[in-house]
């Protein structure tokens, strides 16, 4: 029996913008924003979970830069962890796939203008932190 699993998000920066997402599912988080993500799925690296995720979700290539350093509890037996990522060279545009409806890039002062999902909030939080950002 797994006690913990992973769920990986990212914060993609392109030109100093991050993206963030509005969820259209499950009913209890429609409407919030996250940062873009999903579960590490049995063997998988999370950074390559990541990567996939948003190929499934937003059609982008992207590659994982950095862990956010940090774990933030979701409901049990999910924690999230965060990775900075960019998109690749040639990749398309984000485009809301599945799971979400609405995309935004995010200047610096423009973060706090969506209503983030509660558990994504100390996350968004640590990632612009470490950007130097605030
Ligand atoms: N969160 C969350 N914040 C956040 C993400 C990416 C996920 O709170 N930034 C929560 C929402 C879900 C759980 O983590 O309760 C799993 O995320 P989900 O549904 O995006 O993961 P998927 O895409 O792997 O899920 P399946 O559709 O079940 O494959």
Redesign the pocket.
């Known amino acids: 029996m797994t006690e913990r699993t992973v769920?990986?998000?990212a914060a993609l920066l392109d030109a100093g913008r991050l993206l963030a997402a509005r969820?259209s599912a499950?009913p209890e988080?429609a409407g919030r924003w996250?940062?873009?993500?999903?579960?590490v799925e049995p063997g998988e690296r999370p950074e390559a979970a990541l990567v996939r995720?948003l190929r499934?979700?937003l059609g982008v290539d992207t590659e994982a830069v950095e862990r956010v350093p940090g774990e933030w509890p979701?409901?049990a037996p999910?924690v999230?962890q965060v990775w900075t990522a960019r998109l690749r060279p040639g990749s398309a545009a984000p485009a809301p796939l599945q799971?979400h409806d609405e995309l935004r890039w995010l200047a610096p002062g423009e973060i706090w203008d969506v209503p983030w999902?509660d558990?994504?909030v100390p996350?968004v939080r640590e990632t612009l932190t470490r950007l130097g950002t605030r």
Do not use: S, T, W
């Open positions: 769920v990986v998000a969820r499950p988080l996250e940062l873009p993500g999903g579960k995720e499934e979700e979701l409901r999910y999230l799971d999902l558990q994504d996350a």
